[in-house]
Structures are given as C-alpha cells and as structure tokens.
C-alpha cells in the first residue's frame, strides 16, 4: 500500500509541483490507498520512505524528476563508446539512477528509452546509437529536460576547484557526514539520497555541468575495486586463475550473493556469464562449465588478463 501512496503522490506532485501531505490526503483518500484515520500522517511515513521524494524546509514534498529537470550530471567513460548501449553509471549518477529504477524507464531526446538491466549492477541499456560515439576518458552530460534524458558530450572540462564545484562540495559533504544513519556514504543510495537534499537546499545547484561526483568527492577507491581474482570451477582446465580488472563494487557484490544462493562458485557462476554474454545466448547449464570456457584469444580482452600475464 505504502508503494501505491508514493506513485499516486509522486504523481500528483510532477503534476502540480510541491505538496504537503494535507495537499495530497484527499486524492489518496478518494483514490482508496489508505484506511488511517489519519491519513496524512501515512502519507508522510511513506514519502519519507521513498528515493525519489524529498521534504523541503517549508513541509512541503517534492519529486526527484521535477527537482533534476534542467540539471546535468556528469559522467567520465572509461571505455570507448562506439558500438555500446550498455553503460556502467556509478555513484556520479545516483540521482538518475535511482528515478530510472523507480519509473522503470527513461525517455532519450534522440528517440526510445534507457533502462535499467540490473540494478545493482548499475547497467544503463539504450538503444543503439543511444551514447554519443566518443573515447575513453571523454566527460559525457547527461540531462534531464520535460521528463527526457540527452546525451551529449562536454568539450570543455568543468573546472575541479571552481565556485560551484566548491559549493557543491561543501554541501554534500555536509548531508554526507549527517549522524541520521547516512553511515555507509559510499553507497549509491545515500548518495542519490544526498543530492535530492542538496537540490532542496539549493535548487540551481547542478544547473551547469560540473565535474563527475566521484571525482569531486574522491569516491575513485569506493567505485572500483582492482585486480579482482577469480577461480575458475574445480577440474576445469586445471583450475586456472582468471583477474577481473575495474569492476564496480556493485557488480562485485552482486555475483557474490547470487552465487551464494544459487549454491555454486563464484568461479563457476563467472565463467558461465561470461560465456553467455559472449554468445549471447541463454545461460549455459551447469555441466557445459567446461564447454562454456572459451579459447584462448589470439590477444587479451580489455579488463580480462589471465593470472602471471598483467
């Protein structure tokens, strides 16, 4: 019921701007959401739980889409981006990520939609054509204008110790270091979080590009953890070592516990991804492990190197 009261009020709220939850009671009532005898203290509890809803100084609640409309949020590739339509966000991109996994679905101004694949994998899937071509380490802007997403390339970087990179700094800093359980600040959570209540604070905070998040806040050693070594399922191929460089924490995280649950080696659930990926097909049954592990390339793939050969 709480998930029914956050879409119906964010709904209203994108419609007619900020609300009180006085404001928003009569519709939740007509619209049958809640029982309560008090309903606008329900309407409360359960904004203040969503991601995507903030309560300003005066009372009032706001929607993340409404506050990010004319914002840009900065992103460095790290990775060539001809061909792709998968992009990796990390925390830098919280904000938006955090309405993507909400609404499902992020309308482009060049046509289609972005969405997410996992979203702790913190996979962006578009369209192809979807990502401007440009090569590694190029700052992309991604903006939020009536409700689409553009893409575009900056070819000027934004300076990292201008006034505004400052006040952004300072800002969220301060949200950051709060004693109201924001404890594990790396998260991209906390961090979305974070920036909705710096925007209520300051609404033109991200109206011009700035530097990526992650690089103002020196989040680099939270996002990517380096040289990630895996083993492969025991009897196969003498179970050789395999190194996964710059994967996101997340992703990381997230093969762990489905490994876990799924009752087999992080090696193992690895390797048949991989192998699935590459040919892009279903994921292969257990028992073609080893048919699933692939030749031996004729050069190494970026982000994959072998054991012994970095």
């Not at 209203?12 to 203290?41: F, Q, Y």
């Not at 289609?112 to 990502?131: H, N, Q, T, Y």
């Not at 193992?268 to 257990?286: D, G, K, N, Q, V």
Request: aromatic share 4%; glycine share 10%.
């Amino acid at each position: 019921m709480s998930k029914r009261i956050v879409t119906h009020c964010t709904s209203e709220i994108n419609t007619s701007g900020p609300l009180t939850a006085d404001d928003l009671a009569p519709g939740v009532l007509a619209a049958g959401l809640t029982r309560s005898s008090s309903p606008a203290t329900s309407i409360r509890t359960a904004l203040r739980q969503s991601p995507v809803l903030v309560q300003l100084p005066d009372g009032r609640f706001d929607s993340a889409r409404r506050m990010l409309d004319g914002a840009a949020l900065t992103h460095r590739v790290r990775y060539p981006t001809m061909g792709r339509q998968v992009l990796y966000a990390g925390p830098e991109l919280a904000l938006l990520d955090q309405l993507l996994l909400h609404e499902g679905s992020l309308a482009l101004s060049t046509g289609g939609a972005v969405s997410s694949s996992f979203g702790e994998f913190g996979g962006w899937c578009g369209p192809p054509g979807w990502l401007p071509d440009v090569p590694a380490d190029t700052l992309l802007a991604f903006r939020l204008q009536n409700g689409r997403v553009t893409v575009t390339p900056l070819h000027h970087e934004p300076s990292p110790s201008s006034p505004a990179t400052e006040r952004l700094r300072l800002v969220l800093r301060r949200y950051l270091r709060s004693d109201d359980g924001l404890t594990q600040w790396q998260s991209q959570h906390t961090l979305g979080t974070s920036m909705l209540r710096a925007l209520a604070e300051i609404p033109d905070l991200l109206m011009d590009p700035l530097p990526p998040l992650d690089e103002i806040l020196q989040l680099g050693n939270e996002r990517w953890g380096r040289e990630w070594p895996i083993e492969s399922a025991d009897g196969v191929r003498n179970g050789k070592q395999v190194v996964l460089e710059d994967l996101p924490v997340g992703l990381v995280a997230a093969l762990e516990r489905d490994a876990y649950n799924l009752g087999v080696s992080l090696g193992e659930l690895t390797i048949l991804l991989l192998s699935a990926a590459t040919y892009r097909t279903a994921m292969p049954c257990r028992h073609d492990t080893e048919a699933a592990w692939l030749s031996p390339p004729g050069g190494v793939l970026p982000g994959l190197v072998e054991a012994g050969h970095q």
